[in-house]
């Protein structure tokens, strides 16, 4: 039994911050409740958390400051550079839909050296999902816009959200992607979560063929990472040399999310802005009442409320899961968005991303 991942750790690798609830577009999958409304995190707020990244990267090899959800380019990018400032020691992180890169931009990336990771679901048909706020499609104006950043120089790695996996899907999906010149390509199949109902049942044999497909298109043609491959392949690798315990970290990293208004949620940012009657608004604090580093360290020392409960289903996991090694426990806001509470075990999303990854990923290799 893997015996590892017990409680949250009491210093994180990263911090998500959330500089607007902005975006300029509407997928139709977005999980986000607030994408309409431009509410700004204030440089005080960016302030009050880099008092304590700062000590932590300062004792880290690495630590990275991930702007993420809305659209962090919808801040600007004087506010944005006011956000950053703040900051020593960090590597920062910028999670686009990259509708509005341009010249300046680029400009901006390489003067504050920012890691840039884009959404694009694939060629037009795939990324039909994607669109502008007047409804049309926002394929010309992504594609546009990694134009630029390729025109520039500027690297970035590609996030892909697939709605119907399934054969036949991903050899394509990922020669059009690995052709863009990305460092890295992720696929994510959609989520039931946030404001997202739409289903995500998908057939199990259907997500095993596609995982499947994308391992042998990577293995045919390995010139760019393929995130979740590499996960499943590690895994299975250390699994057969009997290392798999060192696989996952002892303590689940916290993942600090800091709102716009400065309020902490922590382990799942896919709860930030979201409330419920039986846990609240999910948020273990504010930056403008308590250090960052208090309230990660106070949730690490006695989890209380949903953290509790969450805990107590990665146990259950644990005990009842074969795939727990591989997969460490389903996640929060998975968990929630689709069974409404923490303490349960086995989610769609751990069917669809986990089991059937790792079956496909193995099925590929017992036929290769």
């Known amino acids: 039994m893997y015996t590892g991942l017990r409680g949250l750790a009491s210093v994180p690798s990263y911090v998500i911050m959330q500089p607007t609830t ?61 956000l950053m400032a703040p900051f020593r020691g960090v590597e920062h992180h910028i999670q686009t839909n990259a509708t509005l890169i341009d010249d300046a931009w680029c400009d901006f990336f390489l003067e504050h050296d920012v890691h840039i990771g884009l959404s694009l679901d ?11 706020r007047s ?29 119907d996996p399934g054969p036949g899907l991903a050899a394509p999906l990922y020669e059009f992607l690995a052709d863009l010149g990305p460092t890295v390509i992720a696929v994510n199949l959609e989520e039931q979560e946030g404001t997202n109902r739409r289903p995500n049942a998908y057939a199990p044999d ?32 250390a699994a057969l040399a009997g290392d798999a315990d060192d696989l996952l970290p002892r303590r689940h990293d916290p993942i600090p999310t800091i ?36 309230i990660v360290a106070r949730a690490a020392a006695h989890p209380t ?36 509470r923490f303490d349960t075990t086995q989610t769609r999303h751990c069917r669809n991303s986990r089991i059937a990854l790792l079956e496909g990923v193995l099925d590929h290799a017992r036929v290769a």
């Not at 694939?122 to 502008?132: D, E």
């Not at 394929?139 to 790695?157: C, M, N």
């Open 22 to 82: 902005l975006c300029n577009l509407d997928c139709v999958y977005c999980y986000l409740p607030h994408r309409a409304a431009n509410r700004r995190m204030s440089v005080e707020v960016a302030e009050a958390v880099a008092a304590s990244v700062n000590c932590w990267a300062a004792a880290a090899p690495r630590f990275s400051v991930v702007w993420h959800g809305g659209e962090p380019l919808a801040a600007g990018r004087d506010h944005l550079a006011a």
């Open 122 to 132: 694939g060629p037009r048909s795939a990324t039909a999902g994607r669109r502008l």
């Open 135 to 163: 409804g049309d499609e926002a394929y010309d104006r992504i594609v546009a816009g990694i134009e630029t950043l390729r025109r520039r120089g500027v690297t970035f790695a590609i996030l892909a959200v697939v709605s």
């Open 206 to 237: 259907r997500v095993r063929a596609f995982w499947s497909e994308l391992t042998a298109a990577w293995r045919r043609d390995p010139r760019v990472e393929v995130r979740e491959v590499e996960w499943a392949l590690r895994f299975a690798g």
């Open 259 to 294: 709102a716009y208004d400065g309020k902490v949620v922590l382990l799942s940012p896919e709860l930030a802005g979201f409330t419920s009657d039986r846990y609240g608004d999910f948020t273990a604090g504010s930056v403008l009442h308590t250090p960052l580093d208090e």
């Open 305 to 340: 409320g949903w953290l509790a409960e969450y805990l107590a289903g990665v146990e259950a996991c644990r005990a009842s899961c074969a795939y727990f090694g591989f997969c460490g426990g389903a996640h929060a806001a998975n968990r929630y968005f689709e069974q409404g």
